[in-house]
């Protein structure tokens, strides 16, 4: 019997800009946005902005390889460009030459802390599948330094004093 009978199959879609992504100076800082995403709305083609991928059906390793980005925004820029941004919304208020508009877009911040999130996940994983303790440690100490709810510091026993 092979493994991948028993896998669940979940249909994942997600938008990618056709025209990719680029960074802006916005409200003192940047973010990534769709190339065309200050265009005027009545420009030709505005309702089909995005194209539809699958992305996991041909990539069932894609956590690892973004686990694996470096922060920079020319390696986050290449990443969206392939597979998108990470959210669905978050709406950011930007002057055009056309008047004020929202755009979805997203800070360098918000992609290096899903990315170190990423990187504790899949440590996490290939820690408890080699079964050796001294990751397992690190991690362990990785995770104790962050702001977690105290449920998920339970569940995971992170504190000294839980035994």
């Known amino acids: 019997m092979r493994i991948d009978q028993f896998v669940i199959p979940i249909p994942f879609t997600w938008k990618v800009a056709h025209r990719g992504y680029r960074w802006i100076d916005c409200n003192d800082g940047r973010w990534l946005c769709a190339v065309d995403a200050l265009e005027r709305p009545d420009f030709p ?6 194209q539809i991928q699958q992305p996991l059906l041909e990539r069932t390793g894609l956590f690892r390889e973004f686990a694996e980005l470096d922060f920079s925004e020319t390696e986050v820029l290449r990443f969206a460009n392939k597979f998108g941004l990470l959210r669905d919304g978050g709406n950011l208020a930007v002057d055009t030459e056309f008047g004020r508009t929202l755009v979805h877009a997203e800070n360098l911040q918000l992609w290096q802390a899903e990315v170190r999130a990423f990187k504790r996940v899949v440590s996490l994983w290939d820690a408890i599948s080699a ?5 397992w440690a690190e991690l362990k100490a ?9 449920a998920v510091q339970r569940a995971l026993h992170i504190s000294d004093d839980d035994r």
């Open 45 to 50: 083609g505005v309702f089909d902005r995005y």
């Open 131 to 135: 079964g050796e303790g001294q990751e």
């Open 142 to 150: 990785a995770l104790a330094a962050d702001e977690l709810p105290l």
